[in-house]
């Protein structure tokens, strides 16, 4: 079903899945301003993404609102040919 066919009580989902913090050598943003200011605008969902760590992906974690799901991402540097192993994945907060 399409978001503009969901009935009127449909709760609708905005969301960035790629954002970055002072954990990344190109943002200067702390990781708990990136969550305020993310569901001050209404956002449902945001990945932080930082380049090669998750260290303040963890503390926007933290510091997040309830109404506000945060993703523990990384934007993982590889070398050509390079293969990621698969994960298993383990989420410690679940959305409604």
């Known amino acids: 079903m399409a978001l503009?066919?969901?009935?009127a009580g449909a709760r609708r989902a905005f969301i960035d899945l790629h954002c970055h913090t002072r954990a990344s050598f190109d943002s200067l943003a702390n990781p708990d301003a990136v969550v305020r200011a993310a569901a001050s605008r209404g956002l449902t969902h945001l990945a932080i993404t930082d380049h090669d760590r998750i260290d303040a992906a963890l503390e926007a974690r933290d510091a997040a609102p309830d109404e506000l799901f945060l993703i523990v991402g990384e934007a993982a540097g590889l070398q050509l040919g390079a293969v990621v192993?698969?994960?298993?994945?383990r989420c410690s907060r679940w959305s409604d």
Not at 85 to 89: C, E, Y
């Open 4 to 7: 503009d066919q969901a009935g």
């Open 85 to 89: 192993p698969r994960r298993q994945v």
